[in-house]
């Protein structure tokens, strides 16, 4: 029998505020532990919690970026559960009226659309810490670090609608990418900006009812995601073969071993002991706070991958690379803005050159040389005075300094050689050299074309611009007695644009 497999993700991601949920402590990662606390958000008696505003505004545009609808009226309530790193002992989330209900992603690599059930907002808890900040060994105990205590999450729930554990890691790639364009949170997955735990079961090819899950935690790279499931999948199918069945359990991913693992049995709502919050209101949101946000959503990824296909005849897969991120793509409008040539050059430098650059000074598109002067490197190479070749050398020449392309290729002597007068004594001169394959082209073998190419390249020592060498030996083959052609200035058509 074969088997589908069945996938649905539960994302949590930080929202990028000035201060957490509740109150009014820094959102800040990578501060000494303990640094960022209060009585509120380390749960003092007596303390009350207030809403932070931006939290709420940053989810609404996320929202309707997912196309989902933002309910008016949302209710806080309390997940009660001991952990040392819950030092009020409950997390106020959301419960029964989320935040908003009923949106989709639609994937980038994969046709698929998963729809997403719904997305709310709670706070986060502290962080264990098994060794000692910085490193060092802790033997027989733990640290805990409550800084990250309330900082403010929103929780994206997916209906089980993918497929494959790499249409999972597409949709968390997708995901990163709306969370970047809409500037809700920075998506780091290594500071733990963006965490997802995997939902995966089989079930019969054909079958519509879903088979029982396990659910995967500590998934912290696209990577471990797809290849957790693709274990998870292969220990289910494996034990349902053998006549074993699958128990509905919480499992942890241990990627040096290369294994999953149970953790806990499946806890239900229930053990939650869920109520609504008694110190915070319900969320009431007016229409028109709804309506604003509509209007102030920026462009999402896939609206600017379809305007660069149109407007710059981009290829759909350079514009797939070109949007990854919203910096990457700013990046690319503003060089073709300030370049006269066509966009397709600019992607193709960028996609190959700039990221090949940037990915060896492990830098970022901000680090990249500035825009206008890519542009007027580029209009060199279209104006015949760079080789594709030299242009490139220009480039990392150039990147970090500020001398300028054209100061650049004089220094190196990279400029190419447009000078008729030179070039014409050149190409005279490979003519004369070989009679014997001049003739054969005037008969007619325009393959020995290439030949003569060759030689006067040779001459140059590689600095004569290709497209006047071929004219001006096309002339010379074709249109003149090689023997008696001494007047550079009668066959002057006109200067290079
Ligand atoms: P819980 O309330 O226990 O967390 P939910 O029904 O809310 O469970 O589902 C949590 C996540 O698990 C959702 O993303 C959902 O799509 C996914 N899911 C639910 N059932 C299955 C299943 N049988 N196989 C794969 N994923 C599932
Ligand atoms: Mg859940
Ligand atoms: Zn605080």
Not at 243 to 255: I, K, P, S, Y
Not at 369 to 379: C, D, F, G, M
Request: one cysteine or more; glycine letters at 6%.
């Amino acid at each position: 029998m074969s088997y589908e497999t069945v996938i649905g993700l539960e994302v949590h991601v930080q929202l990028g505020t000035a201060t957490k949920l509740f109150c009014r402590c820094p959102n800040r990662f990578g501060e000494p532990p303990n640094t960022l606390t209060c009585p509120v958000c380390l749960g003092y008696p007596g303390t009350l919690p207030v809403l932070n505003g931006q939290a709420v505004d940053l989810a609404i545009r996320l929202a309707l970026a997912l196309g989902a609808e933002v309910r008016r009226r949302s209710v806080f309530a309390r997940k009660n559960y001991f952990y040392p790193d819950l030092p009020k002992g409950y997390q106020i989330s959301q419960f029964d009226l989320p935040l908003a209900e009923n949106g989709s992603l639609s994937l980038t690599r994969h046709h698929r659309t998963a729809r997403i059930r719904r997305l709310h907002l709670e706070e986060d808890a502290g962080k264990l810490l098994h060794e000692m900040p910085g490193g060092g060994v802790l033997s027989g105990a733990s640290l805990v670090d409550f800084n990250r205590c309330s900082v403010p999450l929103v929780e994206i729930v997916s209906e089980p609608d993918l497929r494959a554990p790499a249409e999972a890691q597409d949709y968390l790639q997708t995901l990163r990418q709306v969370l970047l364009y809409t500037a809700v949170s920075d998506a780091n997955m290594e500071e733990g900006s963006l965490r997802c735990d995997a939902n995966v079961s089989i079930r019969p090819v054909g079958s519509s009812t879903l088979g029982t899950r396990s659910e995967i935690k500590n998934l912290n790279s696209f990577r471990h995601v797809a290849k957790a499931l693709e274990l998870e999948v292969a220990r289910q199918t494996r034990l349902v073969e053998s006549g074993g069945e699958v128990v509905q359990e919480t499992r942890t991913f241990d990627a040096d071993a290369g294994v999953t693992r149970p953790m806990r049995g499946k806890e239900e709502s229930h053990d939650y002991r869920y109520f609504p919050e008694p110190d915070l209101p319900p969320l009431i949101l007016d229409a028109g706070r709804i309506e604003e946000a509509t209007g102030a959503l920026p462009e999402l990824p896939w609206d600017l991958r379809e305007r660069l296909i149109t407007q710059f005849d981009l290829q759909v897969e350079d514009a797939l690379t070109l949007t990854a991120t919203p910096a990457l793509a700013a990046y690319l409008e503003c060089v073709a803005s300030t370049y006269p040539g066509k966009p397709r050059t600019v992607a193709n430098w960028l996609k190959t050159e700039i990221l090949r650059e940037l990915k060896s000074r492990k830098a970022d598109v901000e680090a990249a040389i500035e825009p206008q002067r890519l542009a007027r490197l580029l209009t060199m190479v279209d104006d015949g005075r760079l080789s594709t070749g030299a242009a490139k050398r220009v480039l990392t020449e150039i990147w970090d300094s500020d001398e300028s392309a054209a100061e650049a290729a004089e220094r190196l002597g990279l400029l190419q050689i447009r000078d008729e007068a030179i070039m014409s004594g050149w190409v005279r001169q490979v003519v004369d050299e070989h009679p014997r394959q001049a003739a054969e082209y005037r008969a007619g073998k325009h393959r020995v074309a290439g030949f003569f190419v060759g030689r006067v390249m040779q001459l140059s020592e590689g600095r004569a611009e290709p497209r006047l060498v071929q004219r001006l030996l096309r002339q010379a083959l074709l249109h003149e007695d090689p023997m008696a052609a001494e007047d550079p200035a009668a066959e002057d058509v006109g200067s290079e644009p």
